[in-house]
């Protein structure tokens, strides 16, 4: 049995770690908005959030790239809280327990928070790596996509 941060792409895996050790179930998404709002702001990034909580981060072009047609990464960072019975999980302040086994990321009694936490870590490897060359990219972390749609209606 491995751990998650063992796995390949590194970045990705590593931001979806971080994501799993923050409590992130719907319409209770305050910690994983601070945290992804800090994440970009350390990354130098022009950062806001929204009225409706949703985080907006924006990454310049690399120099050159500066006239290619921009994108938009888009995830949303709350899940699904749902656990084993009798496992006592309180999804408001514990971190989701992961481990790798037969090739698979699971999650020990409790729902992952795969969907889409995977996708939010993908945009946050982008949004860091200083390895790509890329016109602008902004990256758009909506919230309670689970329960309401809230973030995606705006």
């Keep these: 049995m491995s751990t998650i941060q063992e796995l390949e792409p590194k970045g990705v895996w590593k931001n979806f770690y971080s994501l799993t050790q923050i409590p992130r179930p719907s319409k209770k998404e305050e910690k994983i908005i601070a945290f992804t709002k800090e994440f970009c702001e350390n990354l130098g990034l022009e950062t806001i959030v929204d009225e409706v909580g949703n985080v907006i981060a924006r990454k310049p072009a690399t120099p050159g790239m500066e006239d290619r ?85 705006g």
């Design 69 to 153: 047609k921009g994108i938009i990464l888009q995830a949303h960072l709350d899940m699904v809280p749902q656990q084993n019975e009798g496992t006592g999980h309180d999804f408001e302040k514990d971190p989701i327990e992961t481990y790798v086994e037969d090739g698979w990321v699971k999650a020990r009694g409790t729902t992952l928070g795969a969907d889409n936490g995977i996708g939010a870590a993908a945009a946050m490897a982008v949004l860091e790596a200083t390895d790509l060359e890329h016109g602008p990219i902004e990256a758009l972390f909506t919230i309670d996509e689970e329960t309401g749609m809230t973030g995606a209606n």
